[in-house]
């Protein structure tokens, strides 16, 4: 517990120590990849930038609409919180120009801003300083440098570890809240799939009824921390892994293959190739859920604090793929193969790592035959192999 709180206190993340459990069974369900410190994330996910983007100009469309408006409470410094943060690299550019926003908007040039990153206890919070204070540097999907916000002065950075099904901040603090493809993981994991070939509750044809309820209950209680949260007059952009309308959703959309059809080959050849048994095969259990836009709605009815502005859904194009199709990347198809598989590594691999039985010292190795699988299969034809974005975008009004 000593060497618990050291650590926390190293990473400035507030937590109460009556929440240890709570977060440790919590942790399990997303473990971040890579080396703490080195922004492997940010690196590697080039796609959640262009999501980014795709909200930004919903994000300072509504702090325009927040001014002219007197803080009911606190100092006057702006609070923004940036929920499920990762490495912070993705948000950095958008946190920048909300900072440029709410200076001109307010028309005070060095307003003071504080942005409250959260994320797990888990989390890479060594890169998320990295990122902000400019030890690593940060590029999009089209190599452009990403500027820091520290960079504009007057900017205050603190992190938070408790988890965003609760609430991380006091009542009637936070300004303006964004969470980016983030809050589609569970509190916990209901594993209803394990011993079926599907893999995530969006995939089954009969709806997951425990992944489903769980979702429910999870978005009632994100809910309920935000609206208590917000300042009167606050937002809150929720831009959300959906199954869109259509039917679309994460890596399965009117283009190329099927993302999860990829994995569940790969995964399959694992047996064909001796690595895994029949129990294994089947253990995959994905602990997030891809809410529809009626399933966010049916919740937000419950909490009439909270306003919808907006809401809608979009496709973010893999750019990994976009750009191969362009034929600008001047690679062959195996090193496109590896430039793009790893970006579906990053939010997966560890719940790949639970399918296989307690106790294997070989887990990383078979892991790593896993993700040959699948890269050997983008060879064969990487035009059809991207991982196109699916979200709802959700505009929250705290009344
Ligand atoms: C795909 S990443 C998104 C990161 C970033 N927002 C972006 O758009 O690039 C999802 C993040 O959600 C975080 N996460 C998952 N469950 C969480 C929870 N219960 N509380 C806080 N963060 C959570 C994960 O740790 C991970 O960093």
Redo the contacts with the bound molecule.
């Keep these: 517990m000593v060497k618990f709180s050291l650590l926390l206190a190293q990473i400035g993340v507030i937590l109460t120590l009556n929440e240890f459990d709570v977060v440790q069974s919590?942790s399990r369900?997303?473990v971040?990849v890579g080396n703490d410190g080195d922004g492997q994330y940010s690196a590697a996910?080039k796609g959640?930038f262009d999501?980014?983007q795709a909200a930004s100009p919903l994000v300072l469309d509504e702090i325009s609409k927040q001014y002219p408006q007197q803080r009911s409470t606190g100092s006057n410094a702006y609070h923004i919180a940036d929920?499920?943060?990762?490495d912070a690299g993705?948000?950095l550019g958008l946190l920048s120009k909300m900072v440029k926003q709410i200076r001109r908007i307010s028309g005070v040039e060095d307003k003071e801003v504080v942005l409250h990153y959260?994320?797990?206890l888990t989390?890479e919070w060594k890169s998320v300083f990295n990122h902000v204070l400019g030890n690593i540097e940060v590029r999009d999907a089209y190599d452009n440098l990403v500027e820091s916000p520290m960079g504009l002065g007057n900017v205050f950075v603190e992190a938070c570890g408790v988890?965003?099904?609760k609430q991380c901040y006091p009542s009637e603090s936070i300004d303006f809240g964004v969470s980016?493809?983030?809050m589609h993981?569970l509190?916990t994991s209901p594993a209803s799939l394990k011993g079926t070939p599907a893999m995530h509750a969006v995939r089954c044809l009969s709806p997951a009824v425990e992944e489903r309820d769980q979702a429910a209950h999870d978005w009632s209680c994100i809910l309920e921390a935000r609206s208590k949260e917000l300042v009167k007059g606050g937002r809150f952009v929720c831009v959300n892994f959906c199954c869109s309308e259509e039917g679309y959703f994460l890596g399965q959309t009117d283009s190329g293959v099927s993302m999860w059809d990829s994995f569940e080959a790969s995964w399959n050849k694992l047996k064909e190739q001796g690595l895994i048994d029949e129990d294994e095969r089947l253990g995959v259990s994905f602990p997030s859920y891809y809410r529809k836009n009626s399933e966010l709605l049916e919740g937000i009815a419950n909490v009439p604090s909270l306003r919808v502005s907006s809401i809608a859904e979009k496709i973010v194009r893999c750019p990994y793929r976009e750009l191969w199709r362009s034929g600008k990347t001047g690679m062959t198809a195996r090193q496109y193969a590896e430039w793009f598989v790893p970006t579906t590594r990053t939010?997966s691999h560890s719940t790949f790592k639970e399918a296989l039985r307690e106790g294997r010292e070989d887990k990383e190795e078979v892991l790593e035959q896993f993700w040959e699988n699948y890269m050997d299969l983008v060879e064969l034809d990487p035009s059809s192999h991207g991982m196109d974005y699916v979200h709802n975008y959700i505009v929250l009004e705290k009344l």
């Excluded at 929920?83 to 990762?86: L, S």
């Design positions: 919590m369900v997303h971040p996910t959640c999501v980014i929920y499920g943060t990762a993705t948000s959260e994320d797990q989390n988890t965003f099904h980016f493809t983030a993981w509190s939010w």
